[in-house]
Each structure stands twice: as C-alpha cells, then as structure tokens.
C-alpha cells in the first residue's frame, strides 16, 4: 500500500497539446481517490503518464517512498484497468487473471490456484475456461478488476471502467467497486466523466479542465463549496445558477432587479468586495423558493420554462436580464407565463470573482 | 436481371424471334404469349452462353482429373477405359519424389522466412510513426511483383551469382521470399492494426518485456494472419516456375513445378501419361493445404479478432 504524489507534473504531447498541465496532487494510502472531468480535459492522460505509459514532460511522480518518475510502467508496482478492459482474446479467464503471475514467474499451477482465488471473490468460479468474447460486459469487467487484484499492486488505476456498463449494471458495479475497494485497502485513482459516480463512490476527488486541476476536497466540499465558476458549473444535477451582478451601494444590482448581499445583515462591508466590483452569484436551484407573492430579498421573474424531474420540477423564469432555474415541489408546479417571486435561501449563496478564474469569494 | 438480359440479348441476336415484338401491344392474350416465348427464347441463350463458359472453365480441371486414369492420355479430356498404370509409371519415374521433396523445401521454407520476417515488420510498422510509412508500403508492393516476374531475372542471377547463392536452393527461398515479403507486410499490418494497444499496455502495465508482449499477446492475436499468410505464400512458392528453372541447373535440386516440363519422351513430344499423373499429384497438397486451414482459420485477408 502507498500513497501517491504528484508534484508540478506537465504531459506535453508532441503536437504541443499539454494534456496535463502543472499538476500538485496528494493522495493519502488507501485512499478511493476520483478524478473528474469534462471529455478531454486530461484525465486518461494523468492516469497514464502516472502509469508510465506516457513519459511526463515535466515534474515527479512518487509512489510510497519511492520517486517513480522515470521508471518503466512495470517497475511501478500499479495495476490498470482500461476502458475496453483490455482482456486478451486467445486466452481463458483462468490464463487473463493469472497473467500478472505469469509475468512474475510463478509456476502454472500455482498461478492457476491464485487466479481461481482472486476470481471466486468475484463471483467469476463458473466462467475459468471462457474466452472473454463469450462473456458479457460485466463479467468481463470484473475479469479485467480480477487482474488486476491478482498482481496485488500498490495502487489501482481505473479509466472509466464502468463507462461501457448499461445504466443498471453500472449503479450495481459502483457500489461492488467502492466495497472491494474499501476490503482490500489499496490506493485507487479513478477517472470518471460522470460526476454522480465521483461523488458517490470518492473519498476525495479532483475536478479537471484543461490539464490543471480546478478543486481537490471530499465530494460533500466540492458539491457544496465549488472552489470556481468552472466548478460550480460542472457540479449538481441540474447546474447552479450563476447570475452576474454588481455592489452597487452596498446591495447586488443584477440589471433589472437587486437583491441583498446574502451572509447576517446583508452588509457588502462582510464581504472581501468593494462598491462596484462585479461578482458572480451562484446558488444552487434547489435552494431558490419559487413563491407566488412578493417577499423580502425576492426577484420577480416570469416562468418561461417548466421542466418535469420526477418528484420536483425544474422553472426556469426569466427575471430582468437574468435567467434563473428554481426546484420546486411538484405540487407548486407553475404554469408558463406565470409571474413568480424567487427567493435564494441566502446561507446557500456562493459569491465568485467576475474576473480571472472565477475564484470563490471568501465568507 | 437474368429476364432483362435475356430480352435484350433476343432483341439484338435471333431474328426469329425479334418479330414477336411487334404483337405485344395488339392484345392481352397474344402479348402474354409472345412475351412468354421471348423468356423461353431469351432464357435459353442465355444458358447456351452460360454453358459455354462452363466448359470452356471446367474442361482443363477435367482434363486434370480424367487424363492419369486413361489408358491412352492425350491433349483431349476424355476416359476410354480406367488404369492405374500412369500412376505406376510415375512413381518408377526417378525424379518424382525428389522433385516434389524440393518443391517442400522451397515452398516451406520461404513460407517460414515470410512469415517470420513478415511478422516482426508488420508489428514494427504499425506501431512505429515513420514519416513516409504508407508511402514506402506501396512503393514496396509495387515494386515486389517486378523482383519475381521476368524482367528482373537477369540481374538476380547476376546478383546470387556474386553471392554464390546460383544453383543453391537457399538462393532461390531467399529471392522468392523478398518478392512475397511487401504483400505479406501489408496483409499482416493490416491484422495487426487491428489490435487494440490497451492490449500491449496491459501486459506493459504488468511488467511484461517488449519480447514477451509479442510473444504472448501480439504474435497469438494475429495467428490467423500468419497461417493465411503462410499458406498464400506456400501456394506461391509451389506454383513459381520461372525462378527455379532460371537459378537452379543441377535437375536433383529443381522442384516439381520445374520437372514437370521435363517430361517429353524421346521423340520431343509431350509424356502425357506421366505429365497429367504428375499435375495431379501435385495439385493435390495445395487443395488439401486450403481446405485444411479454411477450416481452421476461415479465409480471411481482412484483419480482425475472432473470438
Ligand atoms: N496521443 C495524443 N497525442 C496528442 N494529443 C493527445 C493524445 N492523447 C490525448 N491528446 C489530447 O490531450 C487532451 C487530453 O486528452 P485525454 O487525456 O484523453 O482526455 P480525457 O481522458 O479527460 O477525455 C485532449 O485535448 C486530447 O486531444
Ligand atoms: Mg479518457
């Protein structure tokens, strides 16, 4: 077991694309760590220059105790599992499992011994003498997770590996993952494009774009403290509203209406902003109340959008020059055209900096 | 389609029946029938020319298969009688045996070294990034059918002459194999591209050596390609005349393909019994060699994984 640390890491591909660009990572020993982000932002690059399987450009990888950064992806004492598993197609499920074994020598029926071990904990006893074109995909991915244990690396590397699962299989394998994860104990980095996964199944997590990591922290941080604008954006299940304003004498003027600056009082002074600055103000739809009369730190909008989530509906109203989502019970459904009052709870509020990145503003 | 052709064919042939063309607009009952007989016209031209190109294919294989068993072979495709007595002819013949031991040699040797060599190159190209790679790999398969066609056999032999290679059969798989060598690259790049690298990344990943990567991933994927590789070439190899009758001249070393035009008799004129009887015998390997791997691999110059 190890733990693993990334320091000014930099992948340059040779057509000057940086698939990863100036990465600082800590991940503790044991550690279910998730690596989040949209399609091409660099994860499956991360995870296999920290593979050895790309040389990194610039910076260190150790592993344990051990700096890792030039050695051959063998030497590293990892296992990989790939997005297409990667189970080679002559050989049996018996001969897949025990191929790491076989690599370090170990006699066959030894080997043959430890691979029906390792794959009777994955329920796989039945299929030994299968090829993996005669099993299904979630056979076959547990066949890939089975050799991977077989070789009891220091750390796991996942790439997607539920992405090629059918939504229930996938719902099945995750909890299986995250269990046999937590009873073996070992390092795991998984890369995932679906931030459900990553926040179920993470310790911690890193959110990625464009080759730099935007925010590391538990999945409760990350969906309830988004670092940036990117991030606030990437989070939730329906995305956060990000409303442009500006302080305007102590309030925030969003161009047609004001509301007060959220936190005790509603002074702008709580606030690391000055008059004038512009700001970005995110809150979460599910913390903005929908009501059908005027309230105090209320905008008034128009329904111009109403979009069915099962128990909850999802409006979107048009308020002066700004669009803002709301969930609402399905019982307050309201009807197009509507006039509306929406009301942020303000300790949900999130202020960012218009400028720059979008960093978070400090309460 | 057939009916079509058919029409158009008695419309421009057969002046009989051309004249039916003008009844099919005065009646239902009279353009029924006349369209019926211009099918049944049609049709049978058509299978007469169908016929034709039936014997015209076939009479050679039944030749081949007729001839060793005819007491009195000849030229034509014909079976007055049944003997086995070419057949004793040709084995009392003393260079039939070693001819076709030769033929083995050759054609299973440069089917090894095709193979082989074929192999590593197949791997290295497709997944090295040379500049100009698929250039070269036309250039080569261009180039290829000239080294064992014709034109090129003057400076070959010139060539293994130099060498000391003339009149040995090593000299004669190596020229052979270099000229099968860019078509046999190409169809096994083709199967190799075709592999996944998460499959060579896995076994990396795992510690596996760039030796072991292709000897246990690599080189068992691309099986079928080898055997279908293998087996082109053999078959190439086994019908190649030119290039052993040119490169070698002691008779104990030439192979069946060049024995076989040997076979006159005393007069000058063509041994029948012992040519038909031998062009069976020799056909037959090849036929078997198909079906064999046919069965095994499936006949496939695309590349692909099967199970
Ligand atoms: N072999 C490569 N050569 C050049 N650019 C690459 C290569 N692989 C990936 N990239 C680029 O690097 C970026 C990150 O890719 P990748 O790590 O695959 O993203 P992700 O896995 O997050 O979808 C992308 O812009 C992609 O186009
Ligand atoms: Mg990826």
Same mark, same amino acid.
């Given at each position: 077991m190890a733990s693993v640390t990334l320091t000014g890491l930099v992948k340059e591909y040779p057509?000057?694309?940086?698939?990863?660009?100036g990465v600082d990572l800590q991940i503790a020993d044991g550690e279910f760590f998730a690596l989040l982000g949209p399609?091409?932002?660099g994860k499956t690059t991360l995870l296999r220059t920290l593979a050895g399987l790309e040389a990194a450009t610039e910076g260190r990888i150790d592993i344990g105790d051990r700096d890792v950064t030039g050695f051959e992806p063998g030497e590293r004492d990892v296992a990989m599992v790939f997005q297409d598993y @990667?189970?080679?197609?002559?050989?049996?499920v018996t001969d897949n499992i025990a191929y790491p074994l076989r690599i370090q020598k170990v006699g066959r029926d030894e080997r043959s011994a430890r691979a029906l071990e390792t794959a009777q904990g994955l329920s796989l006893a039945a299929l030994m003498e299968r090829r993996p074109a005669q099993l299904s995909g979630g056979q076959q991915q547990r066949v890939a997770l089975a050799r991977a244990i077989a070789c009891h690396p220091q750390v796991f590397l996942f790439d997607e590996p539920l992405s090629n699962l059918d939504a229930r299989l996938r719902l099945e394998a995750r909890t299986f993952l995250k269990q046999l994860q937590k009873s073996l104990g070992v390092t795991t980095v998984f890369v995932t494009h679906d931030q459900a996964e990553a926040l179920a199944m993470a310790d911690r997590m890193a959110v990625m774009d464009g080759g730099r990591i935007r925010q590391v922290g538990t999945p409760r941080e990350v969906f309830q403290r988004p670092a940036n604008t990117f991030v606030a954006n990437f989070i939730g299940a329906t995305p956060m509203n990000l409303l442009d304003a500006q302080v305007v004498g102590g309030a925030l003027d969003f161009g047609g209406f004001t509301l007060p600056v959220p936190g005790e009082g509603g002074r702008a002074s709580a606030w690391p902003v000055a008059e004038g600055d512009k700001v970005v103000y995110g809150v979460r739809p599910e913390y903005v109340q929908c009501l059908p009369a005027p309230a105090e730190g209320a905008a008034r909008g128009e329904v111009t959008a109403v979009e069915n989530l099962g128990v909850s509906v999802l409006v979107t109203a048009q308020a002066g020059e700004q669009s803002v989502r709301a969930v609402v019970p399905e019982s307050d459904e309201p009807a197009l055209g509507d006039t509306v009052h929406l009301a942020p709870s303000s300790e949900r509020v999130l202020l960012y900096r @218009?400028?720059?990145?979008?960093?978070l503003i400090g309460r | 389609m057939s009916t079509v052709a058919g029409q158009r064919r008695s419309g421009t042939g057969s002046g009989t029946v051309s004249g039916s063309r003008s009844g099919t607009g005065s009646g239902p009952g009279r353009g029924l029938g006349a369209g019926a007989l211009r099918l049944v016209a049609g049709r049978s031209v058509m299978y007469a020319v169908v016929c034709l190109l039936v014997v015209f294919f076939a009479l050679p294989l039944l030749w081949l298969v007729l001839t060793p068993f005819?007491?009195?072979?000849?030229y034509k495709a014909s079976l007055s009688g049944f003997t086995l007595a070419n057949f004793e002819d040709l084995l009392a013949n003393p260079q039939t045996w070693p001819s076709i031991r030769n033929s083995l040699v050759l054609s299973v040797g440069s089917s090894l070294l095709v193979i082989v060599l074929a192999a590593l190159a197949a791997y290295a190209l497709s997944r090295v990034r040379i500049p100009g790679r698929d250039q070269l790999l036309y250039a080569l398969l261009l180039l290829s059918s000239i080294v064992t066609g014709t034109a090129a056999m003057v400076p070959i032999f010139l060539m293994l002459f130099q060498l000391g290679l003339i009149d040995r059969q090593f000299g004669v798989v190596l020229v052979l194999s270099g000229g099968l060598l860019p078509a046999a690259v190409f169809m096994l790049k083709d199967f190799v591209d075709s592999i996944p690298r998460s499959y060579e990344e896995s076994a990396r990943v795992f510690g596996a050596s760039p030796s072991q990567i292709l000897r246990h991933v690599v080189l068992p994927v691309i099986r079928p390609g080898m055997a279908t590789v293998g087996v082109w070439a053999l078959v190439q190899v086994w019908g190649n005349f030119l290039v052993p009758y040119v490169l070698l001249s002691d008779p104990s070393k030439q192979p069946a393909a060049v024995v076989m035009y040997t076979f006159y008799d005393a007069g000058g004129q063509p041994n029948f019994a012992l040519i038909s009887t031998f062009a069976l015998v020799y056909s037959v390997p090849v036929v078997v060699l198909y079906l064999f791997v046919n069965r095994r691999y499936g006949f496939a110059f695309q590349g692909g994984i099967k199970g």
């Amino acid at each position: 077991m190890a733990s693993v640390t990334l320091t000014g890491l930099v992948k340059e591909y040779p057509n000057g694309v940086r698939g990863v660009d100036g990465v600082d990572l800590q991940i503790a020993d044991g550690e279910f760590f998730a690596l989040l982000g949209p399609s091409g932002c660099g994860k499956t690059t991360l995870l296999r220059t920290l593979a050895g399987l790309e040389a990194a450009t610039e910076g260190r990888i150790d592993i344990g105790d051990r700096d890792v950064t030039g050695f051959e992806p063998g030497e590293r004492d990892v296992a990989m599992v790939f997005q297409d598993y @990667a189970l080679f197609p002559h050989m049996t499920v018996t001969d897949n499992i025990a191929y790491p074994l076989r690599i370090q020598k170990v006699g066959r029926d030894e080997r043959s011994a430890r691979a029906l071990e390792t794959a009777q904990g994955l329920s796989l006893a039945a299929l030994m003498e299968r090829r993996p074109a005669q099993l299904s995909g979630g056979q076959q991915q547990r066949v890939a997770l089975a050799r991977a244990i077989a070789c009891h690396p220091q750390v796991f590397l996942f790439d997607e590996p539920l992405s090629n699962l059918d939504a229930r299989l996938r719902l099945e394998a995750r909890t299986f993952l995250k269990q046999l994860q937590k009873s073996l104990g070992v390092t795991t980095v998984f890369v995932t494009h679906d931030q459900a996964e990553a926040l179920a199944m993470a310790d911690r997590m890193a959110v990625m774009d464009g080759g730099r990591i935007r925010q590391v922290g538990t999945p409760r941080e990350v969906f309830q403290r988004p670092a940036n604008t990117f991030v606030a954006n990437f989070i939730g299940a329906t995305p956060m509203n990000l409303l442009d304003a500006q302080v305007v004498g102590g309030a925030l003027d969003f161009g047609g209406f004001t509301l007060p600056v959220p936190g005790e009082g509603g002074r702008a002074s709580a606030w690391p902003v000055a008059e004038g600055d512009k700001v970005v103000y995110g809150v979460r739809p599910e913390y903005v109340q929908c009501l059908p009369a005027p309230a105090e730190g209320a905008a008034r909008g128009e329904v111009t959008a109403v979009e069915n989530l099962g128990v909850s509906v999802l409006v979107t109203a048009q308020a002066g020059e700004q669009s803002v989502r709301a969930v609402v019970p399905e019982s307050d459904e309201p009807a197009l055209g509507d006039t509306v009052h929406l009301a942020p709870s303000s300790e949900r509020v999130l202020l960012y900096r @218009a400028d720059g990145d979008g960093e978070l503003i400090g309460r | 389609m057939s009916t079509v052709a058919g029409q158009r064919r008695s419309g421009t042939g057969s002046g009989t029946v051309s004249g039916s063309r003008s009844g099919t607009g005065s009646g239902p009952g009279r353009g029924l029938g006349a369209g019926a007989l211009r099918l049944v016209a049609g049709r049978s031209v058509m299978y007469a020319v169908v016929c034709l190109l039936v014997v015209f294919f076939a009479l050679p294989l039944l030749w081949l298969v007729l001839t060793p068993f005819s007491p009195t072979p000849s030229y034509k495709a014909s079976l007055s009688g049944f003997t086995l007595a070419n057949f004793e002819d040709l084995l009392a013949n003393p260079q039939t045996w070693p001819s076709i031991r030769n033929s083995l040699v050759l054609s299973v040797g440069s089917s090894l070294l095709v193979i082989v060599l074929a192999a590593l190159a197949a791997y290295a190209l497709s997944r090295v990034r040379i500049p100009g790679r698929d250039q070269l790999l036309y250039a080569l398969l261009l180039l290829s059918s000239i080294v064992t066609g014709t034109a090129a056999m003057v400076p070959i032999f010139l060539m293994l002459f130099q060498l000391g290679l003339i009149d040995r059969q090593f000299g004669v798989v190596l020229v052979l194999s270099g000229g099968l060598l860019p078509a046999a690259v190409f169809m096994l790049k083709d199967f190799v591209d075709s592999i996944p690298r998460s499959y060579e990344e896995s076994a990396r990943v795992f510690g596996a050596s760039p030796s072991q990567i292709l000897r246990h991933v690599v080189l068992p994927v691309i099986r079928p390609g080898m055997a279908t590789v293998g087996v082109w070439a053999l078959v190439q190899v086994w019908g190649n005349f030119l290039v052993p009758y040119v490169l070698l001249s002691d008779p104990s070393k030439q192979p069946a393909a060049v024995v076989m035009y040997t076979f006159y008799d005393a007069g000058g004129q063509p041994n029948f019994a012992l040519i038909s009887t031998f062009a069976l015998v020799y056909s037959v390997p090849v036929v078997v060699l198909y079906l064999f791997v046919n069965r095994r691999y499936g006949f496939a110059f695309q590349g692909g994984i099967k199970g």
